[in-house]
């Protein structure tokens, strides 16, 4: 099996379910959908959902008739189950439900330069990192590319004036193993939203087939790896999917990204008392990045319901720190957002709902790729 195999399994469940959204159609569909009319009118469709980030039947360059019809055909994905605002004002989180009562979570945090949006890939997930919420809830399906760009746009609307800038694969689920999907909505995002590559980032825990393919890529865009570990014997423990693909491997993996593309890594650490925010844990860490001029990003651990460990003291996350930029390793101490409504780094759960929605589905975990 391919790594891209259940993207593509599950856009064609989406479709045998009728839940293909607005956003999943390129601009090829919507000709089709407009076959008979002038062409004009798919460049007005098309800049009425991308530019203008209307809904149809608000897309006034088109007739009103048309704007009905095309309401019906091309349905939003996400539906508000809840809205969280945290941090006076700066980061909202929104809980929504799709189509087939699947939930996800996105994230929109603004800076004094900038506003990120935080975009989940799959409905849960399944590489099951115990200290991550969203690795405690399993794996539901992965999302559609529309259901991907459409987070960005529900982004760029609450933003208003304040662009989005950044768009960062860091939300529910595990990009790489929904790469068709998500590489599209990356393309997409691109082209059809405008913004830079260079804006866009890609997390993943480590699927070295995925990290592979994305250095063949024509988009230079940014790769972020989860690594909370650089032994394997505390990483197999943290982030299972080191048990198929483990740290000498990954190196290899990211080293031929690196050279491929010309882009700087990144390597994710969250900083877990005792666990691995030691001094050796830092010494062990710039050993192995230090090979592969990578930028470290700490993240004090953030709370998650079903695992013990609390995060670092702030003495500890300044040892820690200090320990690595003596060993000449580049790192910086991300700001914390959103704790205060479980929307930072790995709180989102999607567990609040204000309707029943039933059991949750769940199907079996993907194989991973060869």
């Known amino acids: 099996m391919t790594a891209d195999t259940p993207a593509s399994d599950a856009s064609d469940r989406a479709e ?5 959204s607005r956003y999943d159609h390129d601009r090829s569909d919507l000709e089709a959908l407009l076959t008979g009319l002038p062409a004009y009118r798919t460049n007005q469709l098309w800049q009425g959902l991308y530019s203008d980030l209307a809904d149809p039947a608000d897309i006034t360059t088109l007739p009103v008739t048309l704007r009905s019809e095309l309401a019906d055909k091309l349905p939003a994905a996400l539906h508000l189950d809840h809205r969280s605002v945290g941090d006076t004002g700066q980061t909202v989180k929104w809980l929504w439900r799709l189509a087939d009562g699947s939930l996800i979570e996105t994230v929109l945090m603004h800076y004094e330069d900038r506003s990120t949006v935080c975009v989940s890939s799959q409905a849960g997930c399944a590489m099951a990192c115990g200290f991550c919420a969203t690795g405690q809830m399993g794996f539901d399906r992965h999302l559609s590319t529309g259901e991907m760009v459409e987070q960005v746009v529900r982004a760029q609307r609450e933003a208003g004036e304040r662009r989005v800038s950044n768009v960062v694969f860091m939300g529910m689920g595990e990009p790489l193993a929904n790469y068709d999907h998500t590489w599209a909505a990356v393309e997409r995002i691109h082209g059809a939203l405008g913004l830079s590559a260079r804006h866009l980032t890609i997390s993943t825990v480590g699927l070295i087939p995925g990290i592979l393919r994305l250095a063949e890529e024509g988009l ?6 989860s690594l909370h570990a650089a032994n394997d014997r505390l990483r ?3 982030v299972p999917v080191n048990r198929r693909w483990p740290l000498a491997a990954l190196a290899e993996a990211c080293s031929h990204h690196a050279a491929t593309t010309g882009r700087r890594l990144s390597f994710e650490w969250a900083l877990m008392h005792d666990v691995n925010d030691t001094l050796r844990d830092a ?8 090979p592969l001029a990578a930028h470290v990003n700490l993240i004090p651990l953030n709370p998650t319901p079903d695992w013990p460990t609390r995060g ?12 690595l930029g003596n060993r000449g390793i580049n790192a910086t101490l991300r700001r914390t957002r959103g704790v205060d409504i479980d929307a930072a780094c790995g709180q989102l759960r999607a567990e609040r709902t204000s309707v029943d929605l039933g059991t949750p589905r769940r ?3 993907p194989r991973l790729p060869d």
């Not at 230079?220 to 790896?225: C, F």
Request: net charge negative; glycine share 8%.
């Open 16 to 20: 045998r379910r009728g839940t293909t």
């Open 220 to 225: 230079p865009v940014n790769l972020a790896v």
């Open 236 to 238: 197999d423990h943290l």
């Open 312 to 323: 670092s003291s702030p003495l500890r996350v300044r040892e820690f720190a200090g320990e």
């Open 283 to 290: 010494a062990e860490l710039a050993d192995y990045v230090g």
């Open 363 to 365: 199907e079996a975990p």
